[in-house]
């Protein structure tokens, strides 16, 4: 504990007081069982998951609420608050393209806050993947999210394609745990004749391996008409990317993880100038890049002329379908604004890396660290950590692999270890059927948050 008192001096959690974390209390949790109070706070390593309430978000939320009370309608146009800064609705998300680029390295004209993460990964690929019968293929990972493959299997159906020959679905060599880049490259260039699309999550959800972003967008686009884009859920506002200099197409994300929105809250995509330009041509269907379209996207100064004329607004705001959602706005804004206040996405990364490398270091001196799964039958109990043990390869989660697993879940290695860990506060996330994720959030978590974490996994493989 002393070394982890001396990081938490030496890097502090500045911008811990700015969240609400969690108390014995709050979260119904017997504060006996870890010797506290009520009102102390749980340990919460799970903003990979669910990030913590910025305490500002109430108060903005409110202030949006007050608008609706007293001006129902005419917010959109006439908002209460706008003598004290605030915005009227019908521009409710625009502040927000003065905050996102910095975080996913984009021109204020290539980000747009919309949809939800899945929705606009649909809606993009309904834009960007332009399949032929002789270019086709979709580069994918096949322990991709469900929710990404859903999207993939479903747009081959869309276009009569078999996706048994369309999805190229990569996954580690047999022993490994997580991709190689050599391998990604060396698919793309196998069925680089056929190749449509690569589509890869920039950090891996289950793994945590950050991919090299950068060099696989620039093999890929050296072949004609492959198209690459990115599911940023686990890496936005978790590491740094540069979406416009590494000519990335186009991008989409999530806001509630490590942006700390809310659960559910409004998400975000990118779209590389190079693709949402609008043309002056007489022909408005011939100067803009087809896509699904709603009447947000719609040149501001006509949109409620209600013409039957779709003049998309320039930049990935003309990719937006319906007017957003006011309070998901708002929040996601509350937390811009504090990642802005730390110093932005760089200090962010400085500081997790600190953090997550402490996290590793302890679990490797632990007794029950494995560095690979033991051979043969496995009865004492263990784990291994899935995630690239370098940290360029790796955003802030650790995912523990645990052994040996059993069928009961009350006998089961990961679900006792979860549930003594969550007893005594320390909150992490499961993934059946063996593994869990640990991530601290450099915004709100301490050192000594680590620490505690990790010594009470220790007492729990010692009970076992």
């Keep these: 504990m002393e070394r982890a008192l001396l990081l938490d001096n030496r890097y502090p959690a500045t911008h811990r007081d700015a969240f609400c974390i969690p108390s014995f209390g709050s979260m119904g949790l017997r504060s006996d069982a870890a010797n506290t109070s009520d009102f102390s706070q749980v340990t919460y390593l799970c903003g990979n998951s669910l990030g913590c309430m910025p305490k500002s978000t109430r108060d903005a939320i409110n202030k949006e609420l007050d608008a609706w009370s007293d001006r129902a309608v005419e917010s959109h146009f006439r908002h209460r608050g706008e003598p004290q800064g605030l915005t009227s609705w019908v521009d409710i998300d625009l502040p927000l393209s003065n905050l996102l680029p910095s975080v996913v390295g984009a021109l204020e004209s290539e980000v747009a806050v919309m949809g939800s993460l899945t929705a606009n990964l649909n809606a993009l690929l309904v834009a960007f993947y332009r399949p032929t019968s002789s270019r086709f293929k979709i580069i994918c990972e096949k322990g991709a999210f469900p929710s990404d493959f859903y999207a993939f299997f479903n747009q081959c159906g869309i276009h009569n ?20 880049t050599d391998d990604i490259i060396q698919a793309i260039s196998e069925n680089n004749e056929q ?23 620039l093999f890929a686009h050296q072949f004609k008409n492959v198209v690459v884009g990115w599911d940023l859920a686990h890496a936005v506002g978790n590491v740094p990317v540069q979406l416009h200099d590494w000519g990335v197409d186009f991008a989409c994300w999530c806001s509630y993880k490590y942006l700390n929105s809310g659960p559910g809250a409004i998400a975000g995509i990118f779209v590389h100038e190079k693709h949402s ?7 408005k269907e011939d100067s803009y890049m087809p896509r699904l ?7 501001r100064e006509r949109r409620f002329q209600m013409k039957e004329v779709f003049e998309p607004i320039s930049g990935a705001l003309g990719f937006r379908q319906s007017n957003p959602s006011v309070i998901d706005v708002v929040a996601l804004r509350s937390s811009l604004e504090i990642i802005q206040d730390f110093g932005g996405i760089e200090a962010l990364r400085e500081r997790s890396l600190l953090l997550t490398g402490y996290l590793l270091e302890l679990l490797k001196e632990s007794k029950f660290y494995h560095k690979s799964l033991p051979s043969g039958d496995v009865s004492k109990a263990g784990f291994i950590i899935l995630t690239p043990l370098t940290e360029s390869e790796r ?25 003594y860990l969550n007893e005594r506060g320390v909150i992490v996330d499961e993934r059946r059927p063996n593994v869990l994720r640990i991530a601290p959030a450099p915004l709100y978590n301490t050192f000594q948050d680590v620490f505690r974490a990790v010594e009470l996994l220790k007492e729990a493989l010692q009970e076992l």
């Design 395 to 419: 955003g802030a989660q650790l995912s523990l692999y645990f052994f040996p697993h059993h069928d009961d879940r009350k006998l089961d290695t990961m679900e006792r270890v979860s549930g």
């Design 195 to 217: 190749l449509a699309l690569v589509c890869l999550p920039g950090i891996q959800y289950y793994t945590g391996q950050l991919f090299d972003m950068e060099k696989i967008t």
């Design 161 to 180: 394609i078999d996706p048994n020959e369309a999805l190229v679905r990569l996954e580690p060599r047999e022993g490994e745990t997580y991709l190689r």
């Design 277 to 283: 330009q609008v043309g002056s041509g007489s022909h």
């Design 293 to 299: 379209a709603g009447w947000w996207g719609n040149t």
